[in-house]
């Protein structure tokens, strides 16, 4: 969520949404859902998961979501990278009600997801590359580095970036226009 031209909230701003630690806007909550073009069922959704951290959130939906399986170019490489991720986070926080719920609603609900949490594989959540299907523009190969604050450790900022001069920063420039032209702040469109 954070990104050059965001006027109204900064970097530290999306941080703390993300982390749970001050409540969202129906505005800000709301441009995000417009730029993915989320339908009903996804935007309530994306309101029912504020407040909670996004790695949890973002990994609930992926397996949620009929859209996300649709939106990563390689989902079950994505997929099984969050089960990977969460895993790594139960170990660091076994006694998580959260957590323990999560798992087991995932567990519950997607096979794959049962699968995979059974073999036990473990994810740093440090850097990676996501390749993405986006509706309007088509593919983003975005780089993504997670920051870690070394005086809380449990307080994440997750930056994305595009290469300089690649077909994706190319492709978010056509998206902010396309947000422009719908009445979106050009922020919310990863430019």
């Known amino acids: ?3 050059r031209g965001c006027h109204r909230c ?3 701003h999306y941080a703390r949404l993300e982390q749970g630690r001050m409540q969202a806007s129906a505005p800000v909550l709301d ?3 417009r730029v ?3 339908g009903d069922n996804e935007r309530g959704h994306l309101f029912q998961l504020a407040g909670r951290p996004v790695t949890r959130g973002r990994q609930k939906v992926r397996f949620t979501e009929p859209a996300m399986r649709t939106l990563y170019a390689d989902w079950e490489a994505a997929a099984q990278s969050c089960v990977a991720q969460l895993r790594m986070e139960a170990a660091r926080c076994p006694e998580d009600p959260r957590l323990a719920e999560l798992v087991g609603e995932l567990s519950t609900r997607d ?3 049962a699968k995979w949490w059974a073999e036990h594989r473990l994810a740093a959540r440090t850097v990676g590359t996501e390749t993405l299907d986006h509706p309007v523009v ?6 993504w580095d997670m920051l870690t604050a070394h005086t ?3 307080q994440h900022l997750t930056v994305w970036t595009a290469a300089p001069g690649s077909p994706t920063q190319e492709r978010l420039r056509i998206l902010a226009s396309w947000a422009a032209e719908q009445k979106l ?3 919310s469109s990863l430019a």
């Open 1 to 3: 969520m954070t990104g």
């Open 10 to 12: 900064g970097p530290l």
């Open 31 to 33: 441009t995000p859902a």
């Open 36 to 38: 993915l073009l989320l």
């Open 111 to 113: 096979a794959q997801f």
């Open 138 to 143: 088509g593919e983003l190969v975005l780089e």
């Open 152 to 154: 809380d450790p449990d």
């Open 185 to 187: 702040p050009a922020s």
